[in-house]
């Protein structure tokens, strides 16, 4: 049987990327995020390409409950998960922290670190129970370093960072692998979801320099996934060439 791989925030950016290269490689994936006809959609461009069952659970991470009805509605032939990608995240607007909004601080601690820690708890519980299993958590480099007015997204992030290192500290003799994967400057849907929808804003986070694109970060979590059963990448921290640190960007002209 072929491996399965669950992916969260899979309608678009990185999660749409990575779902289109494991399954390139043949994997069976099962897709979540909120918004159920990008899935739809996406379901229907894999099947027609690469020929490759796709199991779609549309449920918001946040929602423990949704988790976990939806990891125990798993048809018994979809039961055993070999990956977990968590990309399920967002940052949600830029400003001091003492003008911040604390509605969007919680959006951003409750999708990032609550629902990464809700949908990771019960499948870590099924790759224990058949002894296998990898663990791969998208984090950012706002987990490694702070930027100015970027402060409670980067809290979030670092702790992704923290919770990565805990759980491969205590899945270590469990047969589970766990990654981090970190990146900088990727277009994606990010920065429209972070400035509530502005796209000439979003846009322009991006010009004059080559940023990274979901495709890069996709071939990234992939690579880590193949390598030897003896071998577990624990961290990968991906910039484009362009950003040297979180809050500097070098842009042409």
């Not at 049987?1 to 950016?13: C, D, E, K, W």
């Not at 099962?30 to 739809?40: E, M, T, Y």
């Not at 400057?185 to 010009?207: L, M, N, P």
């Not at 003896?230 to 979180?246: E, F, R, S, T």
Request: proline letters at 3%; one cysteine or more.
């Amino acid at each position: 049987m072929s491996l399965t791989v669950f992916i969260t925030g899979a309608s678009s950016g990185i999660g749409e990327a990575t779902a289109l290269r494991f399954a390139a490689e043949g994997f069976r994936l099962i897709l979540n995020a909120r918004r159920d006809q990008k899935l739809q959609a996406l379901k229907q461009e894999i099947e027609a390409r690469y020929a490759v069952p796709v199991l779609l659970k549309p449920f918001d991470v946040r929602d423990r409950a949704a988790v976990e009805l939806a990891v125990d509605s798993l048809p018994d032939d979809w039961r055993n998960i070999d990956v977990l990608v968590n990309n399920a995240g967002l940052a949600l607007g830029l400003s001091q922290f003492f003008e911040g909004n604390p509605d969007q601080w919680d959006t951003m601690i409750d999708t990032n670190v609550k629902g990464l820690l809700y949908i990771s708890r019960v499948l870590a519980a099924r790759m224990i129970e058949q002894g296998s299993g990898h663990i791969v958590n998208i984090g950012s480099i706002a987990g490694k370093e702070v930027y100015d007015k970027g402060n409670v997204y980067c809290a979030s992030k670092h702790a992704v960072d923290a919770l990565t290192k805990a759980m491969r500290l205590e899945l270590a003799t469990k047969g589970v692998k766990v990654t981090g994967i970190h990146p900088g400057a990727v277009e994606t849907e990010f920065s429209i979801v972070r400035f509530d929808g502005d796209v000439a804003r979003a846009k322009a986070v991006y010009e004059g320099f080559e940023n990274l694109v979901a495709a890069d970060i996709a071939e990234a979590i992939y690579w880590s996934v193949s390598r030897p059963a003896h071998v577990n990448i624990n961290d990968l921290v991906i910039m484009p060439m362009a950003q040297p640190v979180a809050g500097v960007v070098m842009r042409k002209g």
